[in-house]
Every structure is written in C-alpha cells, then in structure tokens.
C-alpha cells in the first residue's frame, strides 16, 4: 500500500463525517472544516502529506472540483502546500484552542475578510498619516490607549480593537473606507473575537506583540509617514493571520 492510500485509509478513521449536499454550506466549505478541524487537533500534523484528490473524492463521494476549491482555500490560508508532482502536505498548524472559539468553516470566512483588510486597512493608515488632522489624532491615540489597557489587565476587547481600526479609517478624510469596514463588519468582529481569545488565553509575550504592532502603526501615523504607516499596519494585520494558523506564533 503506498504512503498516499495509508494516510486516506488513517484519514477514514479520523473524520468520520459524510459531507451534506442538503446543507446550507457549500460542499468545498465542508470539507475545507473537516481537513481543518484534523490539522488543528493534531491527527494530521505539519509534514505530513494529504490523500491524493481522487482518494479525497472517493471517500466523502464529491467532485474533484470540490476538493480542488477546498485545497486551494487551504493552501490561501497558509495551512498546505502543494508540491508539483507530490501532492498537498500540511504547512501551518493552528493552535488546537481554536476549535473551542470558533467553526472551521467560519474561519475559512473571516480569513476570506482579512485578505481585503490587509489591502483596504493598508491604504486607510497611508492616507491617514497624509491627511488626518488634530482631533483625528487624538481620536486615534484614545482608541490606542483603551486598547493598551486591556492589554495590561488582561481585558482586551472586540469593542477597543475595532475603535482602533475605525479610528485610523476615519482619519483618511474618505467615507469610504469606513463604510467599506462596516460592511464587512460580522466577518471583521468575529475575526477579532476569535483572535482576542486566543491572545486571552495564549502567554504574555502574544498579547504585547499585538499592543506593540498597535503602536508602530500610531507612530508612523503621528510622524505622517505615509508608507511606514501602511507598512506597519499591513504587518499586524499578517502578524494576526499568523497567530491565528501558525501555533508558533501563538507565543
């Protein structure tokens, strides 16, 4: 039996679940939940290499399609790698907690969220230190400083962390990117919501490189530094992806 067929034969018994045509989830997003939910608890680990496509076709009885639009969301997420010739092995880990926070298939959509945020919250912190004015700033270092407060008693919040965030696009002088923010306001706050609950329950260490990140952005913000700001900002929000799928990170 080749390593390929042992590791669909292991995969049999560890997710047992059939996928549900009936469902109001799409297929592919079931199966994105079901592969994610295995490399998250641990049965399959970083290295080891998926089943082939038609293996994972046979055994949940969906169209290679299917399986193709879940691995490829994997592999968007960071959490596998395909190698040509080789198949699709197991590249990132998250920390086995995020099973208690959140779905599977509602992470696959608040990481869906984060990659228009790194763009869009990118652009916001540029303009922001070109155009913001006085109260502006103000604003933004009140929104940085609640936030620094819960770090430090341990109380962080969605509510401080989204101020934060909305502070530095109302500061563009442009609507729209605030409005932009809201309208994807259920897929940001259930981001935050399970990132913050991590960083709660994670170490110390985790919860200041957050705050740290926050201050980098408000700096370069403050010295109008259009591109440090935009840099800065861009980095936290893949810092925060990071921490969420990289339980490396989650330290």
């Known amino acids: 039996m080749s390593a390929n067929l042992e590791l669909a034969k292991r995969v049999n018994v560890v997710i047992p679940l059939p996928l549900e045509p009936g469902q109001r989830i799409r297929l592919s997003d079931q199966l994105y939940r079901q592969i994610f939910d295995q490399i998250a608890s641990g049965s399959l680990n970083v290295g080891d290499q998926l089943p082939s496509e038609n293996d994972i076709s046979a055994r949940f009885g969906v169209s290679r399609p299917v399986v193709r639009e879940a691995l490829q969301r994997l592999r968007a997420d960071g959490l596998v790698t395909a190698q040509k010739g080789l198949g699709s092995f197991v590249s990132n880990q998250p920390a086995n907690r995020v099973q208690n926070f959140?779905?599977?298939?509602?992470?696959?959509?608040?990481?869906?969220?984060?990659?228009v945020r790194?763009?869009?919250?990118?652009?916001?912190?540029?303009?922001a230190a070109q155009r913001l004015t006085t109260e502006q700033m103000a604003a933004i270092d009140a929104a940085h400083a609640r936030f620094a407060e819960g770090v430090s008693n341990g109380l962080m919040s969605v509510e401080d962390d989204l101020a934060f965030?909305?502070?530095?696009?109302?500061?563009?002088?442009?609507?729209?990117y605030l409005s932009v923010l809201e309208s994807i306001h259920e897929a940001l706050s259930g981001f935050m919501r399970l990132t913050i609950?991590?960083?709660?329950?994670?170490?110390?260490?985790?919860?200041?490189?957050?705050?740290?990140?926050?201050?980098?952005?408000?700096?370069?913000?403050?010295?109008?530094?259009?591109?440090?700001?935009?840099?800065?900002m861009q980095f936290h929000l893949d810092q925060a992806r990071q921490r969420l799928i990289n339980r490396n990170q989650d330290r």
């Open 197 to 232: 609950s991590l960083t709660r329950t994670g170490s110390v260490r985790r919860a200041q490189k957050v705050l740290e990140e926050h201050s980098a952005i408000v700096e370069a913000i403050r010295t109008r530094d259009g591109e440090r700001a935009r840099v800065a």
């Open 165 to 176: 965030h909305k502070a530095v696009a109302q500061a563009t002088g442009n609507d729209f």
């Open 102 to 115: 959140a779905g599977a298939e509602n992470v696959a959509s608040y990481l869906r969220c984060h990659e």
């Open 118 to 127: 790194i763009a869009l919250e990118g652009d916001a912190a540029r303009l």
